[in-house]
């Protein structure tokens, strides 16, 4: 088995991982946490999602966030946009990258974003259409991937359906999502191929919440598929406020600090995005949820 040499992760602390906070974030906060992303080498990150304030209060600052971060050439900032309205308001901040949300499970597409899955393709489809346009990439995440927190496991044939969906309507990429950190390696591995019997290695990706402390070992086992892009949050931030008692995504340190073990490459200097977490954590008040960060800091002191 051949393992690949580099490896893209999206670090999708500032949306996943800040979306689920109960205590406000300044947009100064968002937007510094931004900045240290990018001083540790994170070429890729997702910057907020353009949804109803009313359903998810902390992203209402989404086009201030955007317009205070200071871009990097060659970065890529992504958003989510749910629909035609969201999509109208992200384009006004020149993302690079638009994300649409579904789902594999009827019943959290209902609790997520309102709708069926049918509809909600029915509403990805001008967005993905405008982006087009526009020349924004787009990419799909599927969530509930292999379980949802309504309807228990989830078939890998759903996904399959959902990235059909997807593909169809013109999305470049899709991202497979355990949104509620369910997943062992071999139910991840049989999600990964649904996608991709619609979508090419190139374009999919995992996007593991470690809920169940799993998403490491969910990572690998992609690896092992030759799957070689990720999203993945600084200090393991994370959540969705309609899957509860689902935490964080895997931390971008214990990805990074594993990657560099395997001598798989990813750009990423492991300290400074120790110093980004550390950042974080302070703001928010509390600990570190990524392993590595907690055994370097106790080292560092
Ligand atoms: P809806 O109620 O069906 O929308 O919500 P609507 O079109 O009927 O509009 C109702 C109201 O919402 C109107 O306002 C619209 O203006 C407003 P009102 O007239 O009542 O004042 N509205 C919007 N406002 C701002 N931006 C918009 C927008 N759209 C409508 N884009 C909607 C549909 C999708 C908007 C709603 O359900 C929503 O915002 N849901 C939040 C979903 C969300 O953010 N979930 C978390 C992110 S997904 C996630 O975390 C999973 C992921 O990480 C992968 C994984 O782990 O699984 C990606
Ligand atoms: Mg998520």
């Known amino acids: 088995m051949s393992y690949p040499s580099s490896v893209k992760l999206v670090d999708v602390g500032p949306r996943d991982g800040l979306q689920n906070e109960k205590q406000a974030v300044p947009a100064e906060v968002k937007i510094a946490l931004v900045h240290r992303l990018q001083d540790a080498g994170l070429k890729n990150i997702e910057v907020t999602s353009f949804v109803s304030p009313k359903w998810v209060p902390q992203m209402a600052d989404n086009a201030e966030v955007m317009a205070g971060i200071a871009r990097q050439s060659g970065g890529c900032y992504s958003v989510l946009t749910p629909n035609l309205q969201g999509f109208e308001a992200a384009l006004k901040t020149s993302p ?10 009827e019943a959290f597409s209902q609790k997520n974003i309102n709708c069926s899955i049918a509809e909600s393709i029915e509403r990805f489809r001008p967005v993905v259409a405008g982006a087009q346009q526009h020349g924004i990439s787009v990419r799909g995440a599927i969530s509930c991937a292999v379980g949802c927190p309504y309807e228990g496991d989830v078939s890998p044939d759903r996904v399959a359906m959902v990235a059909r969906l997807m ?3 013109g999305v470049q990429h899709v991202g497979v999502a355990d949104t509620i950190g369910v997943g062992t390696p071999h139910k991840v591995q049989r999600a990964l191929e649904a996608a991709l019997r619609h979508f090419p290695l190139d374009a999919v990706s995992g996007h593991f919440h470690d809920t169940y402390g799993q998403a490491l070992a969910n990572t690998l086992a992609s690896l092992e598929l030759g ?4 999203d993945t949050s600084v200090a393991g931030l994370g ?9 964080g995504n895997v931390a971008t340190e214990d990805v990074v600090y594993m990657l560099r073990g395997m001598d798989i490459d990813t750009g990423i200097d492991l300290d400074r995005l120790i110093d980004a977490g550390c950042y974080i954590s302070d703001a928010l008040g509390r600990k570190t949820q990524s392993r ?3 055994a370097i800091i106790g080292k560092r002191a």
């Open 167 to 169: 593909r169809e309507i």
């Open 239 to 247: 959540g969705c406020p309609y899957a509860k008692g689902a935490t």
């Open 292 to 294: 590595v960060a907690s």
């Open 227 to 230: 799957i070689w892009q990720f």
């Open 96 to 105: 690079d990258e638009i994300v649409v949300f579904g789902a594999a499970s």
